[in-house]
Every structure is written in C-alpha cells, then in structure tokens.
C-alpha cells in the first residue's frame, strides 16, 4: 500500500521543553488514522509540524512522495487542514470564506465555484452557502471548515481536535462525515483525546509525552480490551 | 499566475474588512484633521518657518504638515493591520494563510500591499478634504506623491510586521502609541523641519535624521512638489528592506512560537 503521509524521526523542542521525541509512523493512502494523546502528548505541534508552520530538527515529513522541508508547495498543496481553533471570517458568508480559501489555493472563476459547491455538497452544507458564518451553530462551522478544507482536492485531511465543543449528535455526525471520506481514497489523520470517535477497524497511533506509545489498526494494538481502558493504562490520564 | 489569484484575496479581503469597519475609517480620519483644523491652526503663530526646499515660497503651516499628517495616517494604518496580524495570529486565520502553497515571502508581501492600500486610501480621503480646505498641490504633485505614499505605507507596514512577528505583547494599542508611534512621529520632520530641532537640540535632530519615518515624511513632501528627493527614497528603501527581512525570519517556520 502506499503512503499518504510518513513521518520519520521527528523531534521538536519548545525552548527547554521537549514535545516531540523521535517521532515516526505512516498514514496509508485512503486510510482513518487517528493521532490518539491525552493533552499536552504534543498533538498540537505535530499538526503545527506537518502543515509547515514550524520546521523540525531532526525529522523527515512526506506528503505523497513530497518532502515538505525541501518542497512545501507540492506537500502543502496536497494536504487540506482543519485547525483546533476556529480560522473563518464570521461576518463574512459561507461562500465568501470558501472562496477566500479557493482563491489562497490559487482557484478562480468557474473552477472555484464548482469545486465550492461540490464541496460543500459532501458535507451535506449546499443550502448554508449564502448564510453567514455567525449564523451558524458549531457543528456546522466545523463541516464548512472540512469542505473548505477539500476544495483543492487534497489528498490527506489533517484535523487537530475538530468535534471540541460540540455536542454528541453533532460529534457523531461530523466523525462520520470524515470516515466517509476515506472511501474516495482520502487519508485522513484525526487528532483527539476522545476514543468513542474511533473505529475498531482505523489506524491509531498513540502519542504519549511526545513519543510514540503504540501504532496499529485499533483492534489489532487494544486487542480484548476495550479502547477507553487501553488508553487510560497507556497514558495514565482520564480520557 | 496561480500566485497573483492568491494575493487578489489577500487584498480584497482586507479592503473589504476596511470598508465594512465604518468606526476605523472615521477614527482614521479624524485624527489627522483634528491636527491640520486645530492644532495647525494654533502652532502657526508659534512656528515660524524659513523657506527651505522644495518649497520656493514662504508657506502656511497648514501647508508644512500636511505631508507629516500623511505620513500619520499610514503610520497609524500600518501598526493597525500588524495589530490586525497579531489578532489574525491568535485565531489561526494567519495560519490558513501560511499553509497555502506559496513561499512565505509573498504572502506576508501580499498581506503587506494590502495594508499599504488601505493606507492609501485614507490618504486619498485625507488629501481630498484637503483640497477643499485650501491645500492644493499640482496635479503632476498628486501624481508623484501616489508611488511615494505607497512606498511609505509598505515601508511602515513592514515595521508593523517585524513588530508583529518579534513583540508577543502587542495586544494593546496603547503600548504601540507610547513606543512606537508617538515617538517616531514626533522625531521626524512631520510637524517641524529638522533646522529648528537642531536649534533646539542637536542629540534629538540626529534622532530625526536616522528615523525611517522622516525619510518618508520627506519622500512624500518632495513629491507633491514633483521633485525626487533621493536621499529619502534610499533610506526610505533601505528600511523597508530592512524591516522585511526581519519580519521574515520572524515568521520563518522554525522560529515560530507556541500559540
């Protein structure tokens, strides 16, 4: 199988403080995997590492082949990210911010406004289009941030925490909007604290005091034991 | 030509910000014409000035600040949008920016143009009024003084970008008013020519003379009069290279900080 994504030996401080240690697993093409950590395991800079906005020494990431420290265009340009804090402009429509992010991409015209509307139509957000971003509810920002983050046709979708402060139905909504992506071939890496967003069949790579603990499909790596206690005894934190 | 699509919604987007933030615009005028109305009108007793270049007559002082209050409102505009940056930093609407698929340079440079702009469009505003109140300048000087501003708006611009990029506490206007803007708008030629500093104190006209601002000042003051002045364009030139560059490596991957 080829890989969407491969880290290899990835270390990142933050001044004295280590948060990354060695960091290596692959994210197989059309592929769930999902970055499991209690808070503070270093999730936040790994995402922050793998989109490029702070470069690691030592490490290797590659983005379908792509080395994203020698050349970031073509790694940037095949990955979509959806960030833990909100990035819209709440004033502005629901188009308007996806056509913003089109046009970032380098997309205009005709092309943009497809691939805006086939978007948002995955998403199942095709009537919101001319509403307000303010006027929505959370869980449907959220789902405008995943077809914004799909409009260039990328081939790995990064999400760091994306269902936090949503509520159950929109959780589980969301959650399943994104393992539906991974039949059209996108590989999808999904951070959370949260093991109930797993399914026993994805990737997980557990990530611990930035090192990582364990990596696997989720029911080869817990075994018997029920995902929530696995990673309780692994981490040793309250999940 | 992927890129230039990119940078177009750079730029619109921050017009459009501008001109829907209808308290901004105003506040943004208002300022600069409470100096030329009022505090003009009170200094030009005081401040007595010699003809010095460009000018080839004896002028009102109304006349002397208007390429300082220029030079203020893209001040202003340009700590504004690297507050603007600041907050954009915080929220994470810079780092969709960022990971869009271009070099890092150019979309700060696009997001730099696109302050500059609004700049720019203020002091069009600015001039217009102006005009109306009796300060007009040639057309050839209108013409001359548009590239000048707009270097100034990027050139300040880029210092409110490094400021940006290096200062975490930038969270208050107040701070960048007491430490930045005050300042290098009172230590330039904005609001008196450097000759009467140096009567006054030789220490604070050698701080006006390295002061990029004056430069700009100075830049914008020829230029209505459709003269180059190409001492001030260099410096003026030299600091936004300046600038830039160290925004730039503030804002290069490795060096960016924790949120």
Redesign the interface.
Known sequence: MTEALRVAGLSHD?GRKP?LRDVSFAVPEGRFCALLGPNGAGK??LM?VL?????P?PGVVSVGGHDLGRS???A??R?G?V???????L??SVFANL???A??????GAEARERIATSLARLGMEERAGEKVAALNGGHRRRMEIARALIHAPRLLLLDEPTVGLDAPARAAITAHVHALTAEGISVLWATHLVDELHPDDDLVLLHQGRVAAAGRVDAVTGATPLAEWFLARTGAAA | M??L??A???IT?EL??FV?QRERFFAALVRPLVWLFVFAAGFRAALGLSIIPPYKTYISYETYIVPGLCGMILLFSGMQSSLSLVNDR????M?????????RWFLLGAKLLAGAMVGLLQVAVFLGIAWFYGLKFSAVGYLAALPALALAGIMLGALGLFLSARIRQLENFAGVMNFVIFPMFFLSTALYPLWKMQESSPLLATLCEINPFTHAVELVRFALYGQLNLAALGWTVLAFALFFGLALLGY???R????
């Open positions: 933050w948060a936040s800079t922050a989109t490029g906005l702070i470069r020494a970031p265009r073509a940037l340009a990955i990210v960030y833990q804090a909100p990035t819209y402009d004033d502005r056509k913003y992010f046009a970032l991409q380098g997309l205009s | 992927k890129a699509i990119a177009r919604a750079i987007r459009a910000r829907t915080e929220s994470g609407t780092r969709l920016m960022l990971t869009a698929p271009w070099p290069e991957p490795a960016t900080r924790s949120r």
